[in-house]
């Protein structure tokens, strides 16, 4: 059984429909903020992971669109030609990354034991 006082932890996931391209992901704990994102999506950009003509599609969660952050992102995704578009609300049917994260959470119950860090799982899944 898992404690009530185990770290928290966020996942923010880059997922393509083109399968020669890899799932890009980070792992942190203890913070999801938009500023974590918008981080990310730099990351993404800089790497090549996302390239120009590309279309970034995010849910509608509160970090994809937080105001701060806003005109950071969208400096970025200009400047490396990367169209960003929502989803429609409660469509996750729609998200590939809803996808991955079943695949995640599948396999850290399954391989989950008390004392286990999360990190030593996920290779199992990717």
Request: proline share 4%.
């Amino acid at each position: 059984m898992a404690s009530l006082h185990e770290t928290s932890a966020s996942i923010t996931i880059l997922t393509t429909l083109d399968q020669r391209r890899p799932v890009v992901l980070t792992y942190r704990e203890q913070s999801n903020t938009q500023w974590d994102w918008v981080d990310f999506v730099i990351y993404c950009c800089q790497s090549g992971h996302l390239n120009s003509g590309d279309y970034l599609i995010v849910d509608n969660a509160a970090v994809h669109g937080g105001a701060a952050s806003w005109r950071c992102l969208m400096d970025t995704l200009n400047a490396y030609n990367v169209t960003l578009r929502y989803l429609p609300a409660y469509s996750p049917e729609l998200n590939p990354c809803e996808l991955v994260f079943n695949q995640v959470k599948r396999c850290i119950k399954s391989h989950r034991q008390l004392g286990t860090q999360i990190l030593r799982i996920l290779p199992l899944v990717l």
